[in-house]
């Protein structure tokens, strides 16, 4: 069959990713859709189950830090598109180990870069880059204010500078060679897949199993927080109908302290699981502060409102529930992704 483009999404069997995939495997089946991903521990190919047999649907193990598998890859399928999500996600490993962020996030995307330019090098026509990133790249916030598309980079953990490092290649490229990309920075993401090394997960995988849940410093430090399926109807939106060369902030309106976030959690669980209203509240612990904690994040996603009609479709109230009902149907995926390393990494961070 011909397909009208060839599309690579990186990191696919992530949290974000398979929702994208998931997103662009039923909504395009006039596309071929490579998911590319080395199934680190953050990748799992049970979040795409039900789509894994689709015909227009391919998926590929491999790394993307090996830049001749890369180049050959690109040989092979020569893509149309690219929508790399791939990356080291979590910031306290980063803390831990900067340089596995570095060569993930940094070299692999340049690795990436290389490629798309090599392949697209006779025409640009039809072809489009897209990067993935965080709102983390600008630093922290005080207590009012937003990150705009023109705040300056400003970031303060391991895993934050190497996303800017990577914003700031995928911007080169597309300066220096004339590469055409886009580029998009969003907020926290939850909802069902999100591996339980985050907050919200974490705080609903230790909700269920009894245990305590750490609250790092005070628990007044904010985050923005947005459906993992609205971002990915952002990305739908920004790789089809965004301009060339731009940025586009998104976000959830949605800003959450914490232990405030904590507390609803408890409640929103406690009912779920038929528990006294109060029961999970007193598993909140607060634990040793994270270096480098950036205060508040939240974004002004004014711009791909306003130029792309993008808006969250649900609530924070519908999306928990969401969230919450997933995890509680399906448990074999929370003791699945929490077994083995999990365990390890757990003992290691929360407990030394
Ligand atoms: P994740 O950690 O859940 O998934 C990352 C995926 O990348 C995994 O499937 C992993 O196996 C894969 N991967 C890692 N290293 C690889 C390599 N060398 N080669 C190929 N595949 C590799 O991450 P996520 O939360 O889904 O985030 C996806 C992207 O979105 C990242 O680029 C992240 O920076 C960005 N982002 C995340 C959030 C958030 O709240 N989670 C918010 C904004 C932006
Ligand atoms: P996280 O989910 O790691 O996302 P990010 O650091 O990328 O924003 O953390 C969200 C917030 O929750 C952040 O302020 C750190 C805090 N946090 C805790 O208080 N305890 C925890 O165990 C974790 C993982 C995070």
């Known amino acids: 069959m011909a397909f009208d483009k060839k599309l690579l999404i990186t990191g696919g069997a992530g949290f974000i990713g398979s929702h994208v995939v998931r997103r662009f495997v039923t909504q395009y089946p006039n596309y071929q859709i490579f ?3 080395a199934l680190t521990y953050a990748g799992n190919l049970e979040n795409l189950s039900d789509i894994e047999t689709a015909s227009h649907y391919v998926f590929i193990k491999g790394d993307i830090t090996d830049a001749s598998f890369v180049m050959t890859l690109f040989e092979t399928h020569r893509f149309d598109g690219v929508i790399h999500l791939a990356a080291e996600s979590h910031v306290d490993r980063s803390i831990t180990d900067p340089m596995a962020f570095v060569h993930t996030n940094v070299n692999g995307t340049v690795h990436l870069l290389q490629a798309a330019r090599s392949i697209w090098k006779d025409s640009y026509e039809g072809k489009r880059f897209y990067h993935v990133s965080t709102d983390e790249v600008y630093g922290t916030l005080g207590a009012t204010g937003l990150f705009t598309e023109t705040t300056p980079y400003a970031p303060n953990s391991p895993y934050s500078a190497s996303k800017a490092a990577s914003d700031h290649f995928v911007r080169a490229y597309g300066e220096t060679y004339g590469l055409p990309y886009v580029l998009t920075n969003c ?3 939850y909802g069902p897949n999100h591996f339980p090394e985050k907050l919200i997960p974490l705080c609903i995988h230790n909700i269920i199993q009894q245990k305590p849940l750490p609250i790092y410093g005070n628990g007044l430090y904010t985050r923005d927080w947005l459906y993992v399926l609205d971002h990915a109807r952002a990305i739908d939106l920004v790789f089809h109908q965004g301009r060339n060369h731009e940025t586009y902030n998104i976000g ?8 405030d976030l904590v507390r609803l959690l408890c409640e929103l669980m406690d009912t779920r699981l038929g528990r006294p209203a ?45 969230t919450l009902d997933w995890y509680l149907t399906h448990p074999e995926w929370l003791e699945q992704v929490t077994s083995g390393r999990y365990q390890t990494y757990y003992q290691t961070h929360y407990l030394d």
């Open 278 to 322: 109060g029961t999970s509240a007193q598993l909140i612990t607060f634990v040793k502060d994270r270096p480098g904690h950036d205060l508040r994040y939240a974004i002004d996603a004014t711009k791909i409102h306003t130029e792309l009609g993008w808006q969250p479709s649900v609530t924070f109230e519908e999306g928990l529930a969401e």
């Open 187 to 189: 907020s926290n993401n």
């Open 252 to 259: 959830g309106f949605n800003e959450w302290k914490n232990i």
């Open 35 to 37: 998911n590319l991903d």
